[in-house]
T-cell receptor
């Protein structure tokens, strides 16, 4: 039972354009959502998060949107840069403390110069 | 600024051998976690330690044991390695006493079991 799902294994965008990565979940008890970025041979690096009491959170070029009724979140990167090329994982936790994360499968983002 | 340190970075084992993966964090976090990542899949939680002295099973605990040695260190042991345990193992930590605390990850241990 895949509780967090990223349906697009890969995404390719042009430098300067918007990248939109999507994530769906099935567990209505999830209370805290995160996006991680992962380069090859490194561990995941925290990017941005959102609590279930909000529907949007921004940090520089990165914005996360949460639609609780649709059980859907998305990550927008504007403008996209070649250094953003990495695998992006969404993750969710039933606890606001961020314990016991459930991860999606990941989306490989490639930003072309 | 080390963060979460995992050793070793790579290891090859034969089926039936045992091994302990080490993890240490220097961020004074109270909670620590072990995940595994397999090709085409997200990270899956093996075991976690909410605080020093406690450990709990995650999603995929079979074949593993853990020890929370002190606040800084959390080890993962494979008693009798099997080919199905070939994976990349990540350790993470956070401060579970507060809300909205992202987990911070080490760079992983790549384990191959022949």
């Amino acid at each position: 039972d895949q509780q967090v799902k990223q349906n697009s294994p890969s995404l390719s965008v042009q430098e300067g354009r918007i990248s939109i990565l999507n994530c769906d979940y099935t567990n209505s008890m999830f209370d805290y959502f995160l996006w991680y970025k992962k380069y090859p041979a490194e561990g995941p690096t925290f990017l941005i998060s959102i609590s279930s009491i909000k529907d949007k959170n921004e940090d520089g070029r990165f914005t996360v949107f949460l639609n609780k009724s649709a059980k859907h979140l998305s990550l927008h990167i504007v403008p996209s840069q070649p250094g953003d090329s990495a695998v992006y994982f969404c993750a969710a936790s039933e606890e606001t403390s961020g314990s016991r994360l459930t991860f999606g499968e990941g989306t490989q983002l490639t930003v072309n110069p | 600024n080390a963060g979460v340190t995992q050793t070793p970075k790579f290891q090859v084992l034969k089926t039936g051998q045992s091994m302990t993966l080490q993890c240490a964090q220097d961020m004074n976090h109270n909670s620590m976690y072990w995940y595994r990542q397999d090709p085409g899949m997200g990270l899956r939680l093996i075991y976690y330690s909410a605080s020093e002295g406690t450990t709990d099973k995650g999603e995929v605990p079979n074949g593993y044991n853990v020890s929370r040695l002190n606040k800084r260190e959390f080890s993962l042991r494979l008693e009798s390695a099997a080919p199905s345990q070939t994976s990349v193992y990540f350790c993470a930590s956070n401060n579970r006493a507060y809300v909205n605390q992202p987990q911070h990850f080490g760079d992983g241990t790549r384990l191959s079991i022949l």
